[in-house]
């Protein structure tokens, strides 16, 4: 009887605390007539089965970091605020449309759009993890990439042909600063990317 209040109670606890956290992630804000260009290009896709991401929420992944309560956000903004002055601001290039990734368990599972392997991007997101205290892979390489879209697989499979998504766009993004956003979902309109705070690079 004892076990089943105190399970009980960690499930009551575990509830309550997700009920009071946010999901949160970082990312790279991507220049607005870069996402309208670029949902140009990709909204002939939105009859296929996918689930499309909306332009206004379109960004370069950094890193996901998970579900954090006020207190946490705050010490996160603090880290991030000392760590995000000393590094320099610089470009990142994406060149092509397509299903990623190219292999594993869950290959061909989204829509990407995608560039090269990026030293200075691996080198921000590694310096991100150290400031936040999270272990850093060594020999880790980092391709930036802006999720698309995500795929219906059982849908997909139902398709007689599989339809041909790739495409080649060369863009350059400016990285000036990093930006915490909040995963929200509104009933009625989805799910919104909001912006907590946001965090200059150094000159």
Known sequence: MGFLIQ???????????LMKARKIFLGIRIPKDVA?????????????????TKEANFH??????????DEDIALVVRQLESFCSTVEAFDVTLTDIKLMPEEGKNARSMLWFVGDEDENLRMLHNGVREALDIAVAEKQSFR???????????????LETQPEV???????????????????????????YETLEEFPLGE
């Open 36 to 52: 309208k260009r670029l949902w140009t290009r990709i909204e002939p896709y939105a009859s296929l089965p996918l689930r499309m």
């Open 144 to 158: 930036p990439h802006i999720t698309l879209a995500r795929v219906r697989k059982e849908k997909w499979s139902e």
């Open 7 to 17: 399970r009980r109670y960690g499930i009551f606890l575990l509830e309550y605390f």
């Open 166 to 192: 790739a495409s080649s766009w060369r863009v350059s993004i400016p990285v000036s600063s990093i930006v915490l956003f909040e995963s929200v979902f509104i009933k009625g309109t989805g799910l919104r």
């Open 60 to 69: 370069v992944t950094l890193l996901f970091i998970g579900f954090r309560g």
